[in-house]
Structure formats: structure tokens, C-alpha cells
């Protein structure tokens, strides 16, 4: 397989991600190391084609962000919004994620092996994310769809007016959302879960989580809408 | 002896100023649903505005030019600040961001189609970009809001410009909302959203908090397009002077200033009515600030929120804007609010449907019902076939057509052989609001309220 290096001590970001963009052909599945990324914003935003990249350092914010086919690996921490709006493909950060990990993500699987902070997983619309640590509070606010796995706990609001996405969460809660409720396990949770789990490399037994899902009681503005007195 | 009851008929019949009908129309609505209004359309209160503004033209001490023959320039280019390929528009009049969900597939094509006739843009909205729009529209800016719905890297690598979308005139501080009536399988699809749900929209963006981090989300969309489409910030306005120089500061190619006559397909009455500033207030406060960070010509200011006719965008470039945006302004364009829609060139009847809604043809604001007895503001399948694309294309090119022409008849009374030459010295003010808010001097008179110690 085809190799190459960027190493952003002598050369741009621009430089990288424009070569990332336009440079490749078509199912082109090359290697690609990233070196020297010194928190660098935005690295390697935008993929288009089935390559992998893999970051040696810490990245800063978007790193992978609306990723799509690409298969992105940060040997670092990543700061906010990493993988943000990704669409297929998968990012995965060895370390710890800042905050809006995962925001808005409409496919792909994102796994971070440490903790992620605040609003993981906010508006997640469809994409798949494992965290090995916890999260922070607000995780999971106004998620449409797509599952969210959290191996440790989870702050304060966790789940807050969820949509359709469901969360499994191993841990402890600090509180639920507003219309986020603890829900039964049934056997496609567990087979999404366990699915999920082996993907992200992660050796838990999927019996140990609980589900938390909409009650969905905000779907309607106003239950007392058609009142009239 | 008869004592006959006092009778005062002068008072009566007297109506409260403070509440008068629609106060307690207001208030016994609140007690009987337990439930605030939601409506569309903008701020209907009576607000200083453009039409407090007079233009001087040439006489003897300037130099008309000839209303019909003599050039005129329209041509307008937005985003020269960074991007490789700025927007070259012929006029600098553009179709204000509204949804698909608000707006049905056929009012976004006949937008595109009109646009692209008249060599302008058209702009997505909370929904997504759909192929009717893209495919119709020579030159289309793509939204980023905070809900993300739809929205994916495919859209940003096909549109021509960038618009990150902080709030509007209509709602500052608020996100967007659409009654479930309008969340059909389609726009459920697109929004990734349950069907029939009531839908409302983040008012933050996800992935992002404050000026500094906007500075890198930026940054993203830059490095995502290799710098080439243009990047613009859009603002509701409130406290317009910081906004607009926080947004230079974050990057922004291009400033859209959305004042609080600008319209909304579904709001509170209450944020309607009672949040923000009006256009005329929101120019000068944007353009003092591009100003003050001498970048005026270096960012460009698109300015939205009222704007109706060639007048109106004729001073909002004399104040200093770059281009104007339109949104209410198409929808009655396209029939909102006439009496009958338009089928295969005969007129039919629509005010069944006004009934049905409780209003009529000059008042209606249900563009929140999915209802639209004309077909503008729907997504029912009956009703939207009442607009029919040819129709919808050829009524909003006339209507832009139509400001084009006023806008350039006032620029050549005023002596400009480009619009863009149009400036504050060619204007007055009627009223002390507009001359304070405008920064004018009242018609007659030397005296700006507030200036020079006045």
C-alpha cells in the first residue's frame, strides 16, 4: 500500500488538506502520517476517499470533521468538535476528547479510548460513537439518531430532549435530561451494542449497560395545545 | 319623577389605549389555550424604517444623469476578503435564506430559476440543500445553522458560498421552528427527524461557543473548500456594532445584517414583535463598524429585514450596505397574500382557504400551518401544485427586475453611474427616529439627534 508523509513542522496545513482533497484519485486507500501536528486546527477535514490517516501528536479543533469514507487515527488527544458532522468512515482518538465530540455526526463510528468532555455526541444525527471513559454534562442534547456508548459514567443532563438516537451507558449518571429515561435492554440492544463494542475494541459485556432513550414527550410543543376553556 | 341613567356616549365607546381589542383578543387567547401565538412573517408593529428616509438628487449643485440611457452600474462582488472565487453578482439584490420545509420544492425551484435569470443568488435554509434548488440556481449560498440539519460536506463542496448562520431578524437568541403539519416524510427525511414532530431548532451552534471558537469553525469550512468559496456570517440584530466586528474579526468574507422586520416561517409573536432592532437602526450600527475596523470594501454587508422596493434598496446602499436580501418580499412576489393563485395562466380563487385559516388576503401569517391557500408556504401535496414553477420564475424576476430598475432610475437622479457611488450625503431623514437611528440630518436641516452635542 501506498505511503506517505506530511509533516506540519515544515509544511502547511493548507498545503495537506488540499493535496487530501484534490490530489487523490477516486477509492484511492493510500497511508497517510501526520507528524508533528502540535495541535494544529482542522487537520485532515473533509476527506473524500477511502484513505487512512493517522495523526501522531495531538490534534486541536475538527480534526476529521465531516469526514467521509476515510479512516482517521489520532495517536494524541483531539480538542473540540473532532469528527463534527462526519458522514461515513470512522475516527478514532487514543487519548481524551474535548468537548462537541462526535457533534452532529449523520454516519460513521467514532471511538475515543479516553474521556470526552462536555455535549458529546450533541445533535448526533445517525453516527455511530464509542467513548472508553466518561463524558461530560449535556452529552447526547437533541440527539436524532444513531447510538451513543459511554463505558464510564456521565455527567449532569445526560441525554437532554433526545430524539431518536438511544444511549448505552455503563457507568453511573449524575442526572438524565429533560425527556431522556432509562429504558429495557432488549436483544437489538444488545446485538447493536455488542457490535458496537467489538468494533471499537472495547471488552465489555454488553449486560452490564442500561439504556436511555426519549420518552418522547417533547416531540409535541404543547400537550395542552387543543385546550380551550 | 323618572331618573334616567346618566349617559355618557362620548366615553362609552371609548378603547383603552393600553388595552385596546387586540390586547384583549391577546390575553383572553392566553387564558382560554394557556399557549403563546406562533405566527410567520415579521415584526408588523410600525417601526422607523427606510421609508423615513428621502433621497436629494442632482440640480444645480449636482449632476443628474439622463433616468433611461446613461449606464448605470449594478454589478456587485461579495467575499473579496479571502476566498479564491468571490460571488459576482449582475444586481446586488439577493433572495434572503429560507428553508425547505417552510417552502415547498417548487417555490425553491421558481427561486433559483428567477435568480439565476436575473444573474443573482438564492440561499438554502434550515433544511438542507435540495437538488431543486441547487439544480435551478446558478449561484447558491449554502447555510450552516445550528441544528446541522441535512447539512454534509457534499453540499459545502457544491455551493458557491458559505452563509454560517448565527440568528435572525425575525428571533435573535432563537432557533428555528416548524409546526409538525409541515414535517412531511420528505423534510422529516432530510432533517433526520421522526415525522409530524414539532420542530425546533438548536439556538447554538453544536460545535462551537463564542467569537474565538467561530474564528475556527471558519477555519474549517476554509480548509474544506481550499479557500475558494466565499464565507459569510449572518446576525440578527441586536447589539449589531459588536456583532459585526466580532464576526470581521472571526473571518467572515461577507457580513448579512438581518434587522427585525426580516420575516420567519414560524415564531413567537412575543420574539417577533419585542426582540431587536430595526433595519434602519442595524445599518448604521454594521456599517460604523466595518468602519471603525477600516474594512468597509474589504468585508462586504449584505443587509436584510424590510427591504420591499428599488427605494428601499437604494438607501440601504446609500447607508453603505454592499447588497440587500430579500425574503418576505419574494413570498408576496410569488402570491403570498393575493386573492387567487395562478393555474396554467387562469386566476382562481384562494379565499376559501384564507377563511379556513380565519384570515384574509393582506393579513395572513400562517405560514406556520402549512395551510398556504396559495401554495408558498406548504407542504401538503394539493396545495403546493398551486404554485407552479413558470409561474413562481417569471413573478419574481419581474419583482426583481422591477427594484432593479427604481434602484438605478434613483442612483442616476442622484448623479451615480454605479449604484454602489450612492452615499449618506444623498440622504435625508423625515422623523428625529430615523435621523438618530440613520445618523441622517432631518430634511431642512444641518441637525442629526445626538451628534456633535445635540
Given amino acids: 500500500m501506498e505511503r506517505m508523509t506530511f509533516d506540519l513542522a515544515s509544511s502547511s496545513l493548507t498545503e495537506m488538506n488540499t493535496f487530501l482533497h484534490k490530489g487523490l484519485e477516486e477509492g484511492d486507500k493510500r497511508h497517510i502520517s501526520v507528524l508533528n501536528p502540535d495541535g494544529a486546527h482542522n487537520i485532515a477535514v473533509g476527506l473524500n476517499h477511502p484513505v487512512t490517516v493517522e495523526i501522531h501528536g495531538h490534534a486541536g479543533y475538527y480534526a476529521g470533521g465531516m469526514n467521509k469514507h476515510a479512516r482517521v487515527v489520532i495517536h494524541g488527544s483531539a480538542g473540540t468538535g473532532v469528527a463534527e458532522n462526519m458522514m461515513s468512515g470512522s475516527v478514532h482518538v487514543k487519548g481524551f476528547a474535548s468537548n462537541g465530540a462526535g457533534a452532529t455526526a449523520h454516519g460513521g463510528l467514532l471511538v475515543i479510548d479516553g474521556d470526552a468532555g462536555l455535549r458529546c455526541g450533541i445533535s448526533l444525527k445517525g453516527g455511530d460513537i464509542v467513548v472508553g471513559g466518561s463524558v461530560g454534562s449535556f452529552s447526547g442534547f437533541m440527539a436524532q439518531a444513531g447510538h451513543m456508548v459511554i463505558c464510564g459514567d456521565a455527567g449532569d443532563a445526560l441525554g437532554d430532549s433526545l430524539y431518536e438516537a438511544v444511549i448505552y451507558l455503563r457507568g453511573n449518571v449524575k442526572s438524565l435530561g429533560a425527556d431522556a429515561q432509562f429504558e429495557d435492554m432488549t436483544d437489538a440492544d444488545y446485538a447493536t451494542l455488542a457490535e458496537l463494542l467489538s468494533k471499537a475494541g472495547m471488552d465489555h459485556d454488553p449486560k452490564s449497560f442500561k439504556r436511555i432513550a426519549s420518552a418522547r414527550t417533547l416531540y409535541h410543543w404543547n400537550a395542552d395545545a387543543n385546550q380551550e376553556y | ?454
Avoid at chain 2, 24 to 30: K, L, P, R, T
Avoid at chain 2, 86 to 96: G, Q
Avoid at chain 2, 204 to 227: C, M, S, V, Y
Avoid at chain 2, 380 to 392: A, I, K, N, T, Y
Wanted: charge should be neutral.
Fill in chain 2, 1 to 454: 319623577m323618572d331618573i334616567k341613567p346618566v349617559s355618557f356616549k362620548r366615553v362609552s365607546r371609548e378603547e383603552s389605549a393600553s388595552f385596546d381589542r387586540s390586547t384583549i383578543d391577546y390575553i383572553q387567547n392566553a387564558a382560554a389555550h394557556g399557549l403563546y401565538e406562533i405566527r410567520g412573517m415579521g415584526a408588523k408593529r410600525k417601526l422607523p424604517h427606510f421609508d423615513d428616509l428621502l433621497f436629494l438628487a442632482g440640480s444645480l449643485s449636482r449632476y443628474p444623469l439622463e433616468g433611461y440611457r446613461e449606464k448605470c452600474v449594478t454589478k456587485t462582488i461579495l467575499g473579496t476578503r479571502f476566498a479564491k472565487k468571490p460571488i459576482e453578482l449582475d444586481i446586488p439584490i439577493t433572495i434572503a435564506g429560507m428553508s425547505f420545509g417552510a417552502l415547498s420544492a417548487n417555490v425553491k425551484e421558481s427561486l433559483g430559476r428567477a435568480a439565476t435569470a436575473m444573474g443573482t443568488t438564492t440561499t438554502t435554509g434550515d433544511g438542507g440543500m435540495t437538488p431543486e434548488e441547487r439544480n435551478s440556481s446558478k449561484t447558491l449560498v449554502y447555510q450552516c445553522l445550528p441544528s446541522r440539519y441535512g447539512f454534509n460536506p457534499d453540499d459545502v463542496r457544491r455551493a458557491d458560498a458559505i452563509e454560517v448562520v448565527i440568528g435572525q431578524g425575525a428571533k435573535p437568541g432563537g432557533g428555528g421552528m416548524l409546526l409538525g403539519q409541515k414535517v412531511n416524510p420528505r423534510v422529516a427525511k432530510m432533517r433526520t427527524l421522526p415525522q409530524g414532530v414539532d420542530q425546533r431548532s438548536a439556538c447554538r451552534h453544536p460545535d462551537w461557543t463564542g467569537p474565538d471558537d467561530l474564528a475556527i469553525k471558519i477555519q474549517e469550512l476554509r480548509e474544506l473548500t481550499d479557500w475558494e468559496k466565499p464565507i459569510y456570517v449572518k446576525v440578527g440584530a441586536t447589539r449589531t456594532f459588536n456583532d459585526v466586528k466580532l464576526a470581521v474579526h472571526a473571518g467572515a468574507d461577507v457580513v448579512v445584517v438581518d434587522g427585525m422586520q426580516g420575516g420567519t416561517a414560524a415564531t413567537q409573536t412575543c420574539y417577533i414583535e419585542h426582540i431587536g432592532i430595526p433595519t434602519l437602526a442595524a445599518v448604521r450600527q454594521a456599517v460604523d463598524a466595518l468602519e471603525d475596523l477600516n474594512m468597509k470594501g474589504q468585508v462586504q454587508l449584505i443587509v436584510s429585514g424590510g427591504i420591499r422596493s428599488g427605494a428601499d434598496v437604494a438607501k440601504a446602499l446609500a447607508m453603505g450596505a454592499d447588497a440587500v436580501a430579500i425574503g418576505q418580499g419574494i413570498l408576496f412576489a410569488l402570491g403570498c397574500n393575493s386573492e387567487t393563485y395562478i393555474q396554467d395562466g387562469k386566476h382562481i380563487s384562494a379565499i376559501e382557504g384564507y377563511d379556513a385559516l380565519g384570515t384574509q388576503p393582506g393579513f395572513c401569517h400562517h405560514c406556520h400551518t402549512g395551510k398556504c391557500p396559495v401554495g408558498v408556504t406548504t407542504q401538503d401535496s394539493v396545495l403546493e401544485q398551486r404554485l407552479q414553477p413558470d409561474v413562481g420564475a417569471r413573478r419574481v424576476k419581474n419583482y426583481l427586475k422591477t427594484l432593479n430598475m427604481e434602484l438605478t432610475t434613483i442612483a442616476r437622479a442622484c448623479g451615480k453611474q454605479n449604484v454602489h457611488h450612492l452615499e449618506r450625503e444623498d440622504l435625508v431623514a423625515l422623523t428625529l427616529e430615523a435621523a438618530a437611528m440613520a445618523r441622517i440630518p432631518l430634511a431642512g436641516t444641518s441637525w442629526i439627534p445626538g451628534h456633535n452635542g445635540y
